[in-house]
Nanobody, 123 residues
Framework: QVQLIESGGGLVQAGDSLRLSCAAS????????MAWFRQAPGKEREFVAA???????LYGDSMKARFTISRDNAKNTVYMQMDNLKPEDTAVYYC?????????????????WGQGTQVTVSS
């Protein structure tokens, strides 16, 4: 089992930045690809970005311009730096993990999920 705990969400204004963190425990973190998804009210869960254990990256459409995913294997933590936030970025952001070296965007392929952290961007 892998436990994932997100933090760093909050209420910000348009143009601000936030850094989300996801702390993992329970299994060898280095064997897992980590990802961030988000879900706005009334919408499907949307892929934001993924990072493999070796640092391979995959971003969702239009995400790469303002979002940066990274990981610190020594701290068992994955991060999401979000810059120039917009009201349409308002959503619950979820951390996810899959036991694979390959990055992938489908949420169905991720075995473990955090509880989510709310990000609200006011205009």
């Amino acid at each position: 089992q892998v436990q994932l705990i997100e933090s760093g969400g909050g209420l910000v204004q348009a143009g601000d930045s936030l850094r989300l963190s996801c702390a993992a425990s329970g299994r060898t973190f280095n064997n897992y690809t980590m990802a961030w998804f988000r879900q706005a009210p009334g919408k499907e869960r949307e892929f934001v970005a993924a990072i493999s254990w070796s640092g391979g990256l995959l971003y969702g459409d239009s995400m790469k311009a303002r979002f940066t995913i990274s990981r610190d294997n020594a701290k068992n933590t994955v991060y999401m730096q979000m810059d120039n936030l917009k009201p349409e970025d308002t959503a619950v952001y979820y951390c996810a993990a899959r036991q694979s070296k390959f990055t992938i965007s489908s949420p169905d392929n991720y075995e473990y999920w955090g509880q989510g952290t709310q990000v609200t961007v006011s205009s």
